[in-house]
């Protein structure tokens, strides 16, 4: 995830940017730039690869007079990681330079309208394209004879009217040396406030040293800071906002985790806005059809092979219901560990469909290159851009979740099954399958998932907590789910031992009575997925064969649903197989609470690495 950072005050401002880029650098970033200026010129230096590399360069420069400016760490989402797609990026006339985060959605049709204007563009980036776009409206007030003061609001105000997608920005203006502009719709953005020099950035360790009282902005404000002042207005009227400062009491650790006690707990509560991430860009202007541009070159396949490690393998069996369903695929989905040693076979119009959070799992590339070598196209949904799997892959799908720090799979498994959803349906729309009505009807809950899921969160983690109490005594569990909850069922499971180290075995409901039922009694209870679906009276008899052995039973289900069990929790109605984006939080917070409870190291499980790149 980019790391944006701002400064104004009496001091010098490029060794204070790269302290705070510094402690950024746990969001993870592949390239850094700063901008600023000195002695009337606008300077912008830029560098691929680590802090160290724009220190190297910069340390090459007399940057000792500049008291403002910007900088910025990025994570590749679109466009590889190298220099010329570092930011900052500068405007037509390079006098305005800024930093984004995010992703403008309709940046090609601006870049052609200011291209026709007489732009020309040095990179392929969105954010140069806002950076034109903001100069040229900066023009245009001043040839109306807008106030000196009032321009840049102005220009601000009239350019992120047009700009579509999602954005944080931090601005300066060779006119006005010592002030700092700043944006959010969509992204993170924060400032940092006091009597003699203020911050903004898109995350409060980036300024904690020097000052603990913030404003976080909201979507649609903008800001103006000077070394002693800061004013917020409002982006479509350009009028002011009142708005106070809090105080912080975190440390910089606490603080790098956004108060969260765990990076899995923050990326749990990130999933909103993943799924927002996830959606930009892959919807039609009207919303009503998923745009894929990575699968337009390609015909649907006639068979999908999904192959997968771990966490992303339960996602690509959890899709396997969606692409039959819906795009009538049929899919078969496979462990890159055994996969890599059968003698599969490949049709003519099949295609393989790779998914990794972290592209570099061994496995999994060793069954990507051994299925290139038979001739099959590959598909590759991954996280980290300019990864192994990304790179070797025929065409790859970004999951866009940002970095996932803690070593248990949460966001990335989120954000996977939002772009699975999308490709079943874009799938299911090019034969024809889908009604109209069924593809809106998923997509408007899709687009309001991200609300409604940030509203249940904190009432989750609570049942989640009373939950892990009442039975982290116990030293085996049994997840249980039928259809599209056995995956999750899978996840549960793998979510709790990797993290509790209590043994947990998932699964398909129907199966336990061919053997794992011998082991229910009393001190070994069940966590069943008992969602509102067609398989409902299923699930319930399974849990009754359960209670006939005294089993407990944890039932994740919904309003609605008539069970007598030993604990039940109720989680929100989405739509359908929708429903998974509450109960996949439910599953990942019963784990995590558990597993606190308990003292166990949450982000660094024993035994565990992030990136498997070995067999
Ligand atoms: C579980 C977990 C692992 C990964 C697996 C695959 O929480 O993180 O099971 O899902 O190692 O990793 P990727 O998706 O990077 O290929």
């Not at 980019?2 to 993870?28: D, F, K, N, S």
């Not at 982006?235 to 105080?247: F, H, L, M, N, V």
Request: overall charge negative.
């Amino acid at each position: 995830m980019c790391g944006i950072i701002g400064y104004t005050g009496g001091r010098p401002a490029v060794p204070l940017i790269i302290e705070g880029l510094r402690r950024l650098e746990y969001r993870g970033y592949d390239s850094a730039g700063t901008a600023y200026v000195q002695d009337g010129e606008l300077q912008v230096v830029r560098a691929e690869g680590k802090l160290i590399e724009l220190d190297t360069k910069l340390a090459a420069l007399d940057t000792s007079r500049a008291r403002a400016g910007i900088g910025h760490t990025r994570w590749a989402t679109h466009g590889v990681p190298v220099e010329r797609n570092a930011h900052p990026h500068i405007d037509q006339d390079g006098t305005i330079a800024l930093v984004h985060n995010g992703i403008i959605e309709n940046y090609q049709e601006l870049k052609d309208e200011l291209t026709a204007a007489g732009h020309t563009f040095r990179t392929e980036t969105d954010t140069e394209v806002i950076a034109h776009l903001i100069g040229a409206v900066l023009n245009s007030c001043i040839v109306e004879g807008v106030p000196e003061e009032d321009c840049m609001i102005q220009a601000l105000s009239r350019a992120l009217a047009r700009a579509e997608g999602a954005y944080a920005l931090a601005v300066i203006n060779l006119a006005e040396p010592d002030v700092i502009y700043g944006a959010r719709h969509s992204s993170p953005l924060v400032m940092g406030v006091s009597d003699e020099e203020n911050f903004l950035a898109s995350d409060i360790p980036a300024f904690l040293p020097y000052t603990r009282n913030v404003v976080y902005l909201n979507d649609g404000e903008l800001v103006r800071l000077t070394k002693n002042s800061w004013t917020v207005y409002d982006c479509a009227t350009a009028k002011k906002i009142e708005r106070t400062p809090q105080r912080i009491e975190w440390d910089i650790q606490a603080a790098q985790k956004g108060g969260y006690k765990h990076f899995m707990l923050k990326e749990i509560f990130e999933q909103p806005m993943v799924v927002t991430n996830c959606l930009t860009g892959r919807l039609s202007p009207d919303h009503k059809h998923v745009t894929l541009p990575e699968l337009e070159e390609m015909p649907v396949p006639e068979r999908l092979h999904i192959i997968a490690c771990g966490t992303s393998f339960h996602a690509g069996l959890w899709a396997m219901y969606l692409m039959e369903n819906w795009a009538k695929i049929p899919t078969s989905v496979e462990i890159a560990s055994e996969y890599r040693y059968r003698d599969t076979i490949l049709g003519e119009g099949d295609q393989v469909l790779v998914i990794s959070q972290s592209g570099e799992t061994a496995d999994t590339l060793a069954c990507l290159r051994k299925v290139k070598e038979q001739g099959a196209k590959v598909i590759g949904l991954c996280n980290v851009v300019g990864s192994s799997i990304a790179r070797e892959s025929d065409t790859v799908i970004y999951t866009q979740a940002g970095p996932e720090i803690s070593v248990a799979s949460t966001k990335a498994m989120c954000s996977q099954l939002v772009v699975l959803t999308l490709m079943a349906l874009f799938w299911g729309r090019r034969k024809n399958l889908l009604t109209e009505m069924a593809e809106t009807e998923c997509l408007d809950t899709l687009k309001r998932i991200p609300e409604h899921l940030e509203t249940a969160l904190p009432e989750m983690r609570e049942t989640a907590r009373a939950l892990a109490r009442q039975y982290s005594g116990a030293r085996s569990f049994l997840f249980l789910g039928r259809g599209s909850c056995y995956p999750l069922a899978l996840e549960g499971a793998l979510k709790l031992k990797e993290i509790s180290y209590i043994h947990a075995e998932g699964y398909a409901a129907g199966e336990m009575k061919h053997g794992p039922i011998a082991l229910i009694d009393p001190d070994f209870p069940t966590f069943a997925l008992a969602l509102a679906d067609d398989l409902f009276p299923k699930v319930q008899s399974n849990l009754q064969e359960v209670q006939a052995r005294n089993g407990k039973i944890i039932a994740l289900t919904q309003d609605g649903m008539d069970l007598t069990v030993d604990s039940v929790w109720k989680i929100p109605h989405a739509w359908g197989p929708l429903d998974v984006f509450f109960a996949l939080p439910a599953l990942q917070l019963f784990a995590y609470e558990v597993a606190d409870y308990l003292g166990k190291d949450v982000d660094q499980p024993r035994n565990l690495a992030k990136s498997v790149t070995v067999e």
